[in-house]
């Protein structure tokens, strides 16, 4: 089984500043890595995924995350962020095995406040 | 553009009625999911299916039922709807590897 913790539930933060979303995991196998994002009133889009290779990933809007393995972590980085970023943040997670039935394991959550 | 179509962005329904949720993908995924979404609670897995006519329960299958005989179609079935079950709904499908497509969400109101 896997677990997710988003360890902030709402991060505010000024327009133009940086920020970090963090997330950990926990799994008894290896797992893929993701963070999705979703605007108000609307479902989840996919930000960015680590599937192997680089532990670096990017988005195309700016975002970057980076798989740690030793740590567990994945957290998700934003140089300077925009008003227009303003979302929940899901961190989740799914298995290796099983071709993707299993599903993913969300995170619980983290709100992005962009303050002007 | 691939797409995930849930029939509803809005439905209200009465205490004990019976509730179909669809969902429609054109990925030919084989793998579809039917995730509820709460404040404070993430989303919770109540549902997937792997096959047609495949179904596996989630984390929290109880009050809720499935079906999928066709391939791009998973239904989500609340046999008789209760207040506790007002939520917000994401219907998702997922190739083997790279994450899951998710729907608009139909957020239900039972009142």
């Known amino acids: 089984a896997q677990s997710v913790t988003q360890l902030d539930s709402q991060v505010p933060v000024f327009e133009e500043a940086p920020v970090e979303l963090r997330c950990n995991y926990s799994?008894?196998?290896?797992?893929?890595l993701f963070w999705y994002v979703q605007y108000p009133n609307q479902g989840l889009q996919l930000l960015l995924k680590?599937?192997?290779?680089?532990?670096l990933v990017e988005s195309i809007n700016g975002f970057e995350a980076e798989f740690n393995k030793s740590q567990t972590s994945f957290h998700l980085r934003k140089p300077s962020v925009h008003i227009s970023d303003t979302a929940e943040y899901f961190c989740?997670?799914?298995?290796?095995?099983?071709?993707?039935?299993?599903?993913?394991?969300f995170g619980k959550g983290t709100h992005l406040i962009i303050q002007p | 553009d691939v797409k995930v179509t849930q029939s509803s962005r809005y439905l209200v329904k009465r205490t004990g009625e019976k509730v179909f949720l669809e969902c429609v993908q054109d990925?030919?995924?084989?793998?579809m999911f039917w995730y509820r979404q709460d404040p404070g609670l993430g989303l919770r897995l109540i549902y997937f299916?792997?096959?047609?006519?495949?179904?596996e329960k989630g984390d929290i299958p109880e009050g809720y039922s499935v079906s999928r005989e066709k391939k791009e179609r998973f239904s989500l079935i609340l046999e008789s709807a209760s207040t506790n079950q007002t939520s917000m709904y994401l219907c998702?499908?997922?190739?083997?590897?790279?994450?899951?497509?998710f729907g608009q969400g139909t957020r239900l109101t039972v009142v």
């Open positions: 998702a499908s997922s190739p083997p590897v790279g994450g899951a497509f």
């Open positions: 799994s008894s196998v290896s797992v893929y």
């Open positions: 680590y599937l192997s290779g680089s532990t």
């Open positions: 989740a997670v799914s298995p290796y095995s099983g071709g993707g039935a299993d599903g993913l394991t």
């Open positions: 990925m030919d995924h084989e793998n």
């Open positions: 299916s792997y096959d047609v006519k495949m179904k």
